[in-house]
Structures are given as C-alpha cells and as structure tokens.
T-cell receptor, first 113, second 113 residues
Framework: EAQVTQNPRYLITVTGKKLTVTCSQN?????MSWYRQDPGLGLRQIYY???????DKGDVPEGYKVSRKEKRNFPLILESPSPNQTSLYFC????????????FGEGSRLTVL | AQSVTQPDIHITVSEGASLELRCNYS??????LFWYVQSPGQGLQLLLK??????LVQGIKGFEAEFKRSQSSFNLRKPSVHWSDAAEYFC???????????FGKGTMLLVSP
C-alpha cells in the first residue's frame, strides 16, 4: 500500500530535549516536505527536499533541521524544542510537486512543555 | 509571491443542501490550483486539481471546482452535502516555476442534520 509513515504520532516532551520525528515513504518519490499546522494559520511549510542531499527552507524553518540521506526518509529534527513548536506536523511526498498531488502522512502531534 | 485566501473560516450547511467554498489566489503566471480535504485526525487528501483546459474540473466524492481567471478564484462546489463531508478544506496554488505549494488557512465545514 502506498503510504507516508510518520513516527511518533503523539509526543509530549520538555523544553530543550532533542527529538526527531521520522518520515518514510514507499512510493519512490523524489520530493518530500514538512509542514506544521496551527489553528487559524493553516499549513506552513518548514523544509522541503527535491531529491537526496537537496534540502531547502520553507516559510518557517527556524528551530528545525532536516536531512535527506536516502530517498525514502526525511526526518525532522528539533535540536532544542521550545513551547512555540507545539503543533501538529505533517510529512508529505510527491513524484512532482508542480503537479500538486502531495501524499500526506497522518500527522505527529507534538507538545513541548 | 503566490498566496491563497479562503475568506470563510467556518461554514455550516444542512445535510442535502448545496455547498460552495470560496478560494482566491494570487499568482504571477498561470496557476496550478488544488483543493485538499482533511478529515478529523487524518492527513490531507487531494480532492481535485486544475492545470489548464476546461475550467470546470471534477473531483472525487462528487466535488467540482471552477477556475475563473478574471476573478482569480477557484471555488469548490457540491450539489448535495452529506454528513460525511464534514471536514476542513484547503485550497492551494502552485505552478510550473515553483517547487512548493502554498496553502490557504482552511475552511471548516460543519454539516447539520
């Protein structure tokens, strides 16, 4: 089954404790992206990757890191989480983002205390 | 820069009534336009897309949308709403020269009995 898998789905952590949210897709897509969703703000892009070893900043990259060492994986790293990073995070992938069919994971709800 | 405006944050429709969700975009060239739906606790799913050609496009679940260049709009419609259509709907814009999609802030659809 074609899917984008995120882990963990739910996480409560404390300020400053490094964490990684994993994302994996099984569709051989070149394009992958991370979004955060906040009430009243919609979806905002954090980082995206056009291919292996190619990443670029989205609209809200501060406080986040990413890497793309393999085509299928695109982890999101919060080196020192802060409460303003409490949010719902989505990973998405696409064979060609220009044609717009993004496949989304089910989301990871992160709470930073 | 491209942008998307969804003027309605919430809309309530009676089951069986017709629906129209509004979307206005700003884009310098010919846009690629999309509607996504997010059911509670789920990721986003593509409903329909417009690239070129016929300005009325059909999507899944009985939805359609009409591209009106003169009004910079891409409104989503459904002739008869079902209770299962209650969800959040996102309009998005992209294009051949862009490596990302820009999403609107979403419209929450509530369906009353």
């Amino acid at each position: 089954e074609a899917q984008v898998t995120q882990n963990p789905r739910y996480l409560i952590t404390v300020t400053g404790k490094k964490l990684t949210v994993t994302c994996s897709q099984n569709m051989n897509h070149e394009y992958m992206s991370w979004y955060r969703q906040d009430p009243g703000l919609g979806l905002r892009q954090i980082y995206y990757s056009m291919n292996v070893e190619v990443t670029d900043k989205g609209d809200v990259p501060e406080g986040y890191k990413v890497s793309r060492k393999e085509k299928r994986n695109f982890p999101l790293i919060l080196e020192s989480p802060s409460p303003n990073q409490t949010s719902l995070y989505f990973c998405a992938s696409s064979s060609d983002v220009r044609v717009g069919e993004l496949f989304f994971g089910e989301g990871s709800r992160l709470t930073v205390l | 820069a491209q942008s998307v405006t969804q003027p309605d944050i919430h809309i309530t429709v009676s089951e069986g009534a017709s629906l129209e969700l509004r979307c206005n975009y700003s884009y310098g060239a010919t846009p690629y336009l999309f509607w996504y739906v997010q059911s509670p606790g789920q990721g986003l799913q593509l409903l329909l897309k417009y690239f070129s050609g016929d300005t009325l496009v059909q999507g899944i679940k009985g939805f359609e949308a009409e591209f009106k260049r003169s009004q910079s709009s891409f409104n989503l419609r459904k002739p008869s709403v079902h209770w299962s259509d209650a969800a959040e709907y996102f309009c998005a814009v992209g294009g051949s020269g862009y490596s990302t999609l820009t999403f609107g802030k979403g419209t929450m659809l509530l369906v009353s009995p």
